[in-house]
């Protein structure tokens, strides 16, 4: 008798004769994407490992971290295609212009097709300029000065921190909560130590505050005692100062030395920082009670991932020597920008399919990215809105007071300044409680000639008895 083979098993049979002529992955596997990208991408990154090595290193093992952690992605994690990797390439820029210019020249003769740094804005832009003609699109993960938006300038540079324009607004934002109306400004004649302090002025200014006097100096400088005597002869109500941790330290001591840290001090996110006073207690003492602004700290699932990765021993192999895992202490502030700013260049790399400059730049400008620093969204310039945080100074700790994101608000409770004067916040208000105390300008003075005052009187009252 004749056997018929039934519809189920003829289909079982097709789909099991599909397996050998089409091949079937397994579920999680890695889908093999078309693409036109080499299957070697060149990225450089650029740090100030020797020049400023409590900054540089982190910064670099945080670039390297996220090089290894993408080429390892496999699934629907992968960011790119498969058998597309990064290939890293190191370069200290030594924190000088003419490091990054060797920086720069080096990265260009080695054909990188994308490069994430450097630190210094100066240094930026050297060599900003140096990769217009090669069209190479340019990450930063802490260059903030201005003068970088210049897209006329800088045309294929961009940045994951914020541009000093929006830190120069808080601090107006924040002087003007204090109705003082005085000011004097020192800073590095950098574009770093520039930039912020010119959209201080021009929006303290703007709102009827007066800046006394201006006081700039070399990076690197070690003698600035004229400049923090005309800072002490402005007789102000406050002093910005703009600069990095070590320029931050010699500005300090040389205030102290001349009597000028009675005064409230407004710090930045350049010295607002542990570093600034490491192993160095008389600029910790001149720091006491200062405050000023810092960037809003880092929080949420990626930053988590970041901080377990970043302690974790899978990568030490990597690079060295890396002084915050071994000692267990934090890692540098902007560490976690330059990481992500690596997952912003893989994500611009897959959109784009292109290593073209302009076609990546493109793509790059359209991604966004929940990253270790939080959410990353750029603007029509490649840039990232500023969001940060009011802090004072109280031993070793910066503890908060409020925040800015593009509008100030703060935390109700009390400040005592340098100066010796109380201040009440309440409601987003805050009050002088209590007029500057013994630490004023002039209070020894004062103090001198109403003592004086106070025993004519009392030699009088016994004279006419």
Not at 120 to 125: A, F, I, L, Q, T
Not at 179 to 200: C, M, P, Q, R
Not at 284 to 291: E, L, R
Not at 292 to 306: C, E, H, I, Q, S
Request: glycine share 10%.
């Amino acid at each position: 008798m004749k056997k018929t083979i039934k519809t189920p098993i003829l289909l079982i049979g097709l789909f099991l004769v599909s397996i050998f002529i089409v091949g079937i992955k397994p579920i999680n596997a890695t889908p093999e994407a078309t693409t036109t990208l080499p299957t070697e991408i060149k990225i450089g990154g650029v740090f100030p490992i020797t020049g400023r090595p409590e900054a540089g290193r982190d910064r670099r093992d945080a670039f390297l971290m996220a090089v290894e952690e993408i080429n390892n992605q496999t699934g629907s994690s992968r960011i790119l295609p498969v058998g597309v990797n990064l290939t890293a390439n190191v370069q200290d820029d030594l924190n000088t212009p003419e490091g990054a210019q060797a920086a720069a020249d080096a990265l260009i003769a080695w054909e990188a097709d994308i490069v994430t740094g450097t630190s210094g804005s100066g240094n930026s832009m050297t060599m900003a300029s140096a990769f217009n003609a090669y069209k190479i699109p340019q990450i930063s993960y802490a260059s903030s000065s201005p003068a970088l938006s210049d897209r006329t300038l800088y045309p294929y540079f961009m940045r994951v921190c914020a541009s000093d324009a929006w830190q120069g607004v808080a601090i107006s934002d924040l002087v003007q909560a204090f109705n003082w109306t005085k000011g004097a400004v020192i800073h590095t004649s950098d574009a770093y130590g520039t930039g912020l302090v010119e959209v201080f002025t021009d929006d303290f200014e703007d709102a009827g505050g007066t800046v006394v006097t201006d006081q700039k100096f070399d990076a690197g400088a070690t003698e600035v005692g004229t400049q923090i005597q005309a800072l002490k002869d402005a007789d102000v109500e406050f002093i910005l100062g703009n600069f990095i941790d070590k320029d931050a330290a010699t500005v300090m001591k040389e205030a102290k030395s001349l009597g000028l840290t009675n005064i409230p001090w407004i710090t930045t996110d350049g010295w607002s920082t542990t570093a600034t006073f490491a192993d160095e207690d008389d600029v910790k003492a001149a720091m006491q009670k200062s405050i000023g602004t810092t960037p809003a700290p880092l929080t949420g699932a990626g930053y988590a991932v970041f901080n377990t990765s970043w302690f974790s021993t899978d990568w030490y192999h990597l690079a060295g020597p890396k002084v915050s895992q071994d000692d267990g202490t934090a890692f540098n502030s902007y560490a976690p920008l330059s990481y992500d700013a690596v997952f912003v260049a893989a994500k611009g790399l897959f959109a784009a399919d292109t290593t073209e400059g302009d076609a990546l730049l493109t793509a790059l400008y359209a991604v966004t990215h929940e990253g270790a620093s939080g959410s990353i969204k750029f603007d029509a310039l490649g840039e990232v809105v500023g969001r940060y945080d009011f802090v004072q100074l109280v031993d070793k700790t910066y503890t908060t007071f409020g925040e800015w994101k593009e509008t100030s608000t703060f935390v109700d409770g009390s400040l005592t300044l340098q100066d010796g004067s109380e201040w009440e916040i309440k409601n987003d208000i805050i009050t002088n409680t209590k007029g500057p105390g013994t630490g004023a300008p002039g209070f020894e003075i004062l103090s001198a000639i109403f003592s004086i005052g106070l025993l004519i009187i009392v030699v009088r009252r016994k004279r006419r008895k």
